[in-house]
């Protein structure tokens, strides 16, 4: 049977059973229109009152099909004794997969003539996330990037320099045709302006140096 649901990026299978009036040796095929979504070997047939009947279970990968609903047909191949047939249509809904976002922040007490940056992944089970990674600052996007496949997941973000106060950073994975949104917890930032270093002064020979007072 075809389930009704499935999640992007996770493998689902059809288990199928074909019954004749004689033994049933062969293939079966899962289709969805022309895409080939798997093909099984059909175990060592049982009899019962009404004939012969033989089961296998058609692995389909995470990736075949699309968020969406899909119509999927199985095939019997057929045997000598036994002509081909085809199931009726059934349907799937696949769902994008789930996300999850985090963030690193390098420091969280910053000179406000700094630049901070900011390491973001996203994961999702069994895709490699692609799309675009925005930071926050509460409502405000302070700048957002593109992550492509061979990231990994995974992007190491340069910010703005800040001006002195407090920052409340999230990172937001904006999603994509295959996984969904998500967002990071929140890190608190703080752009400061940094303490002044006090130089000491001192005559030696006629000329005023900067340094460390003279020793006794």
């Given at each position: 049977?075809?389930?009704?649901?499935?999640t992007?990026?996770?493998?689902f299978?059809?288990?199928?059973?074909?019954?004749?009036?004689?033994?049933?040796p062969?293939?079966?095929t899962a289709k969805?229109?022309?895409?080939?979504?798997?093909?099984?070997?059909?175990?060592?047939s049982?009899?019962t009152?009404?004939?012969?009947?033989?089961?296998?279970?058609?692995?389909?990968?995470g990736?075949?099909?699309?968020?969406?609903s899909?119509a999927?047909?199985v095939?019997y191949?057929?045997?000598?004794?036994?002509q081909?047939?085809?199931?009726?249509?059934?349907?799937?809904?696949?769902?994008?997969?789930?996300?999850t976002?985090?963030?690193?922040v390098k420091?969280?007490?910053?000179?406000?003539?700094?630049?901070?940056?900011?390491?973001?992944?996203?994961t999702?089970?069994?895709?490699?996330?692609t799309?675009?990674?925005a930071i926050?600052?509460?409502?405000?996007?302070?700048?957002?990037?593109?992550l492509?496949?061979?990231n990994?997941?995974?992007?190491v973000?340069?910010?703005?320099?800040l001006?002195?106060?407090?920052?409340?950073?999230?990172?937001?994975y904006l999603?994509?045709?295959?996984?969904k949104?998500s967002?990071?917890?929140?890190?608190?930032?703080?752009s400061?302006?940094?303490?002044?270093?006090?130089l000491?002064?001192?005559?030696l020979?006629?000329?005023?140096?900067l340094?460390?007072?003279p020793?006794?």
């Amino acid at each position: 049977a075809v389930p009704a649901s499935a999640t992007y990026g996770k493998a689902f299978s059809i288990p199928v059973t074909v019954s004749s009036a004689n033994s049933v040796p062969g293939t079966v095929t899962a289709k969805s229109g022309s895409v080939v979504l798997g093909t099984a070997t059909l175990g060592a047939s049982a009899s019962t009152a009404s004939g012969d009947s033989a089961s296998a279970t058609i692995a389909v990968a995470g990736t075949k099909l699309a968020p969406g609903s899909h119509a999927i047909t199985v095939t019997y191949s057929g045997s000598p004794g036994v002509q081909s047939s085809s199931s009726s249509t059934r349907s799937v809904s696949i769902a994008k997969a789930t996300s999850t976002t985090t963030e690193k922040v390098k420091s969280l007490r910053i000179s406000h003539k700094a630049h901070d940056t900011v390491t973001v992944t996203v994961t999702a089970p069994g895709v490699t996330p692609t799309g675009t990674i925005a930071i926050y600052n509460g409502s405000k996007k302070l700048k957002s990037v593109t992550l492509v496949a061979k990231n990994k997941g995974k992007v190491v973000i340069t910010l703005p320099v800040l001006k002195k106060g407090t920052y409340k950073l999230s990172a937001h994975y904006l999603g994509s045709g295959t996984v969904k949104a998500s967002t990071s917890k929140v890190a608190t930032l703080r752009s400061v302006r940094p303490p002044l270093k006090l130089l000491v002064g001192h005559r030696l020979s006629g000329t005023y140096l900067l340094g460390a007072p003279p020793g006794p």
